[in-house]
């Protein structure tokens, strides 16, 4: 089952802009990952927040995390074309036994970057 | 350092049949994860291996099941093939233990047509 839901379901904006998007999910959870899917192939790992995590930056990439309301937020600086994938948020509670389990991911938002 | 790899790329049954697919892990990853993305679901996790055990499954009937060999690299075996289980396979690996073990890298992808 779905545990992520993505806001917007698509997004388009011109290049250089901000793009942010929106993940909500339900339970409670360990770390949230987002990841970028180019035309239907596999994913590229973008960031990952622990749960005791507020925010954090990797490059044009900023991740927010609001635990007491179970979201996130990926926010993209000065787009480029080359940005244009979609991108999901996916989460993750630890096994019982100490490693990672398979992750939940929400169904992503499409972004269209135009020249 | 090489990723995740999966073969075969694509494929075509028809169905009723039986079908594997295969995956290999980045290179000291002990940890083998496949996900389903079928059109209108969305990614679902299927199954987790680790040290040649089944660690975890999600939500599949039993005609999904799989391995993983000493080597660490892991198959996925669809049996009875429906017209739905078309959709792309994902497989993903990543370290068992640690903070580190919660990154998934995933591979490029086996696209499955059931006719």
């Known amino acids: 089952s779905q545990q992520g839901e993505e806001d917007p379901q698509a997004l388009s904006i011109q290049e250089g802009e901000n793009a942010t998007m929106n993940c909500s999910y339900k339970?409670?959870?360990?770390?949230l990952q987002w990841y970028r899917q180019n035309s239907g192939r596999g994913l590229v790992h973008l960031i990952l927040?622990?749960?005791?995590?507020r925010e954090k930056h990797s490059g044009r990439l900023r991740v927010t995390l609001d635990t007491s309301k179970k979201s996130s937020s990926l926010l993209i600086t000065a787009s480029r074309a080359a940005d244009t994938a979609s991108y999901f948020c996916?989460?993750?509670?630890?096994?019982?036994?100490?490693?990672?389990?398979?992750?939940?991911f929400g169904k992503g938002t499409h972004l269209i970057i135009q020249p | 350092e090489a990723g995740v790899t999966q073969s075969p790329t694509h494929l075509i049954k028809t169905r009723g049949q039986q079908v594997t697919l295969r995956c290999s892990p980045i290179?000291?990853?002990?940890?083998v994860y496949w996900y389903q993305q079928a059109l209108g679901l969305g990614l679902q996790f299927l199954l987790w291996?680790?040290?040649?055990?089944?660690?975890n499954r999600g939500n599949f009937p039993p005609r999904f099941s799989g391995r993983q060999f000493p080597n660490y690299s892991s198959e996925l075996n669809v049996n009875a093939l429906e017209l739905e289980d078309s959709a792309l396979y994902l497989c993903?690996?990543?370290?068992?233990?640690?903070?580190?073990?919660?990154?998934?890298?995933f591979g490029p992808g086996t696209r499955l047509l059931v006719l």
């Open positions: 290179s000291g990853h002990t940890s």
């Open positions: 993903a690996s990543s370290f068992m233990w640690g903070d580190s073990g919660e990154t998934q890298y």
């Open positions: 291996y680790d040290e040649g055990e089944e660690r």
């Open positions: 996916a989460t993750a509670s630890r096994y019982s036994g100490g490693g990672a389990d398979g992750l939940t």
């Open positions: 339970t409670s959870i360990n770390n």
């Open positions: 927040i622990r749960s005791n995590e």
